[in-house]
């Protein structure tokens, strides 16, 4: 048996570790991870690990996915088998290379020819066991030579400026003709090739490790003497051990990419004007909004990107307050209301998980957590009771956690976001208003929201919501979804409780809660959330906590004389400062008031030679600190930068590298009190919980629009069907709600000119893009897939146009 974890990777950098599952061949991980990709990538890489107690972890397999082809697994459970992991196949980064060929005439008289090889300069190579010493070496190598040349070694740094040149003979003397460069046999010349390797020198005894190669053919200087290009470099292909894959087991992965290529606004202001007039339009399913909800495969598709926007242009309000009126005019029975998984649920669900994520931290997550480190036996099936458990015991402890989470909860009304609390005061309304007679619908519409939801949800999966890192262990997790069921069930204000529980055991525990005081505390905390004339949530004064983490930090030299080490600390971020402590729970060692903060900028690599550096500028010093990833540090700069955002005297421009012997070493100014040299990256929008690119998300319900053209077009079909005949309809045009066939066309006829006019766009800017991309450039290096692909596509349409 084996104790596996799995890890997420970019190329070779780790951003994501899953838990530890013990003793297991067939382990189960049901782990989300979600980021931002903020560099570019050659490969999506999972690396499989055994845990070894005493050694180095060993890899027991990976799968990569190269970027071209995340688009066909696209949002599809899929099983890959493991590859198995050696050096010669982990292989990043890429060269910058110069060949040049010149003629030289010997002392003989004889002409021969010299091979100038200049190797400029890599970058992005791996870094492998924490360091990076890199040199590479040269050979021309053909059927009968192989000499070799080695570079220096550049100490520290995984993009290392070489800039040294090789020469080599290539020469026979022979019947010389101006035909060619090359003066010797022309079958020859094609045997030829430079060869480039990259190793890593290591002080270990086990000798230097690979890091990749490339093979230049000399043929690619018949056209002229010179040739210069950028390359990836390529694994070796020592005849690979042919190892049968099937021997290292396989991974379900469920990946969803999406890449969205973003114009400037003002591409998109007649697609975003539509959108965000669909709460004005009359009827509401007439608008675009909710056009792209019918069209769309899975309503959650469409009410991710909607949601946002309309939460960037404060006006989702007004948006969920049309669809759910129209919703609630639809329902037949008052039980069954917001059940159905339509798009005002959606919407909603994605409205509370934005803007109420940092309500349901604050509110949740020092309970779970207790839960999950205490390991008190809960359960209180007579079944399942383990050996010396004792039911009654068992029962209390669930008893007192409800007990805890309930009151916690229904005491959490002052805390609720003011966008939740007008929305269930919509939904409210229009319940009441359409079901008269019935007092408690009132309460179900919004509880079947913040109960059912939201706050159970929550308590079942705590991972999902960010309440704990990993997956709970079995236990924590049966003991949560018992909590879980009778939160929901005291929420949902049923009328017969006890019945509303298949399992007679939860029907007896349930008796405990059968107290007309736990109704109460419903309805006051559904009445203060779903009123309009709350107070202000901002007058509550705790410090919220919005990060943590381990990071690796320079000491800042507050004390005159101290070391100015690297060491591993505990940060916390609140919205009232930004300390540090020696490890997790500790007193803090140094913290920063949120004024403080003067600007939150990347640090140039150079700086220490260390990656994923990012300083904290405060108005003494700066703060250099070391996050664990490219993930990690734009997580923490943007964090940072959104809660420093509103500081008075925020800085317009900083020192991109360290102060380090006297100067700096951007801008080599030597007072440390320098003004800096390159202006501050631009700010985000200052409310913490939300950081919205509001083009962004145009351009995603673009990509949706055009994804389902054909949908768009049977809408149309639709609606002319209807405005001229009144009979039972085709089967295909019944699914879409269409209440106005002549608004609705109206619409739809903006909609996809809107959409065809960005396209044209996309098209005319690949086009452009295509024309002045050179293949062996630095953006595109010889070796580059996603562009071999790209030009293929590209003689595909312009052969099509023509």
């Known amino acids: 048996m084996r104790d596996c974890y799995c890890t997420v990777n970019l190329d070779q950098e780790e951003v994501f570790r899953t838990k530890i599952v013990e003793k297991s061949l067939c382990p189960f991980y049901g782990e989300d991870f979600y980021c931002e990709i903020p560099r570019n990538f050659r490969h999506l890489s999972f690396y499989i690990f055994d845990r070894d107690v005493f050694r180095r972890d060993s890899i027991i397999g990976k799968v990569a996915i190269q970027k071209e082809d995340l688009p066909k697994y696209h949002?599809?459970?899929?099983?890959?088998?493991?590859?198995?992991?050696?050096?010669?196949?982990?292989?990043?980064?890429?060269?910058?290379?110069?060949?040049?060929?010149?003629?030289?005439?010997?002392?003989?008289?004889?002409?021969?020819?010299?091979?100038?090889?200049?190797?400029?300069?890599c970058q992005g190579l791996p870094i492998v066991n924490g360091q990076c010493d890199p040199y590479a070496t040269v050979a021309l190598a053909g059927p009968c030579r192989s000499e070799a040349k080695k570079t220096k070694v550049k100490k520290k740094t995984n993009n290392p400026q070489f800039d040294e040149v090789f020469y080599f003979e290539v020469?026979?003397?022979c019947s010389y003709s101006r035909k060619s460069h090359f003066d010797f046999e022309e079958e020859d010349v094609d045997k030829l090739e430079i060869r480039v390797d990259l190793w890593n020198a290591s002080n270990l005894k086990f000798g230097d490790e690979f890091l990749g190669e490339l093979r230049v053919p000399l043929n690619v200087l018949r056209q002229s003497s010179s040739y210069e290009a950028w390359y990836f470099l390529q694994p070796r292909d020592n005849g690979s051990k042919s190892l049968k894959p099937g021997d290292l087991g396989s991974l379900r992965l469920n990946v969803v990419y999406t890449e969205d290529h973003v114009f400037s606004s003002d591409y998109y202001g007649p697609l975003r004007d539509l959108l965000l007039k669909s709460a004005d339009v009359e009827p509401v399913s007439a608008s675009a909004a909710h056009i792209l909800g019918e069209v769309c495969k899975e309503k959650q598709e469409a009410a991710i990107p909607l949601v946002r926007l309309f939460l960037h242009y404060g006006r989702v309000v007004p948006f969920i307050s049309a669809i759910a009126n129209a919703e609630v005019r639809r329902t037949q029975d008052p039980n069954t209301i917001f059940r159905g998984n339509s798009l005002t649920s959606k919407c909603i669900d994605e409205t509370m998980k934005l803007a109420g994520m940092?309500?349901?931290?604050?509110?949740?997550?020092?309970?779970?957590?207790?839960?999950?480190?205490?390991?008190?036996?809960?359960?209180?099936?007579?079944?399942?009771?383990?050996d010396g458990e004792n039911l009654e015991n068992n029962m209390e402890n669930l008893r007192q956690y409800v007990d805890r989470i309930f009151n916690i909860i229904t005491k959490s009304g002052v805390s609720c976001p003011t966008v939740m609390c007008d929305i269930f005061f919509s939904l409210r309304e229009a319940a009441a208003k359409r079901f008269q007679d019935d007092l408690d619908v009132r309460y179900t519409a919004v509880s079947s929201f913040i109960f059912l939801r939201f706050f159970a949800p929550a308590i079942l999966s705590p991972n999902l919501f960010q309440l704990t890192p990993h997956h709970t262990d079995p236990q924590t997790s049966r003991t949560l979804t018992l909590i879980s069921k009778t939160i929901q069930t005291l929420g949902s204000l049923s009328k017969s409780k006890s019945a509303s529980f298949k399992e007679s055991y939860m029907a007896a525990f349930y008796e405990f809660f059968n107290e007309q005081k736990y109704a109460d505390a419903v309805k006051n905390f559904l009445d203060l959330i779903s009123s309009s004339g709350r107070r202000d949530p901002k007058s509550i004064e705790q410090p919220i906590l919005l990060k943590e983490g381990f990071m690796i930090k320079r000491a800042q030299g507050r004390k005159r004389f101290g070391m100015k080490n690297f060491k591993k600390r505990w940060f916390r971020l609140t919205n009232h400062e930004f300390a540090y402590q020696k490890s997790k729970g500790d007193q803090p060692l140094c913290s920063i008031p949120i004024e403080n903060i003067l600007a939150v900028e990347r640090l140039e690599e150079e700086s220490f030679k260390m990656k994923n550096m990012f300083q904290v500028i405060q108005p003494e010093r700066a703060l250099y600190i070391q996050a664990n990833n490219c993930v990690e540090a734009k997580a923490w700069i943007d964090i940072l930068t959104k809660v420093s955002q509103r500081n008075k005297k925020?800085?317009?421009?900083?020192?991109?590298?360290?102060?380090?012997?006297?100067?700096?070493?951007?801008?080599?100014?030597?007072?440390?009190?320098?003004?800096?040299?390159?202006?501050?990256?631009?700010?985000?929008?200052?409310?913490?919980?939300?950081d919205i690119d509001g083009d962004r998300e145009t351009e995603r319900i673009y990509s949706l629009f055009n994804l389902y053209m054909s949908k768009l077009e049977k809408m149309q079909e639709a609606c002319g069907s209807r405005s001229v005949y009144d009979g039972p309809e085709q089967e295909e045009y019944s699914t879409f709600i269409i209440d106005d066939p002549q608004e609705t066309y109206k619409t739809l006829k903006q909609v996809i000119t809107g959409v065809g006019a960005l396209e044209q766009e996309h098209a005319q800017y690949r086009r452009d893009k295509f024309k002045k991309t050179k293949y062996g450039s630095q953006e595109h290096p010889i070796g580059d897939k996603s562009f071999q692909n790209y030009v293929r596509q590209q003689s595909e349409t312009s052969t099509h146009s023509i």
Do not use: M
């Open 650 to 690: 925020r800085l317009t421009v900083y020192h991109p590298s360290a102060y380090l012997n006297g100067h700096w070493l951007c801008c080599r100014a030597s007072s440390d009190t320098a003004p800096g040299c390159s202006p501050c990256t631009g700010g985000l929008p200052a409310n913490i919980q939300l």
């Open 358 to 386: 940092h309500y349901l931290h604050v509110t949740l997550k020092p309970t779970i957590e207790e839960i999950c480190q205490s390991h008190k036996s809960c359960e209180i099936d007579p079944v399942k009771l383990k």
């Open 75 to 121: 949002n599809r459970d899929t099983w890959f088998q493991l590859q198995h992991v050696d050096a010669d196949s982990e292989v990043q980064g890429k060269v910058h290379l110069e060949l040049r060929l010149s003629e030289v005439i010997t002392d003989t008289g004889v002409v021969c020819h010299k091979l100038a090889t200049r190797i400029l300069e």
């Open 171 to 173: 020469t026979r003397p």
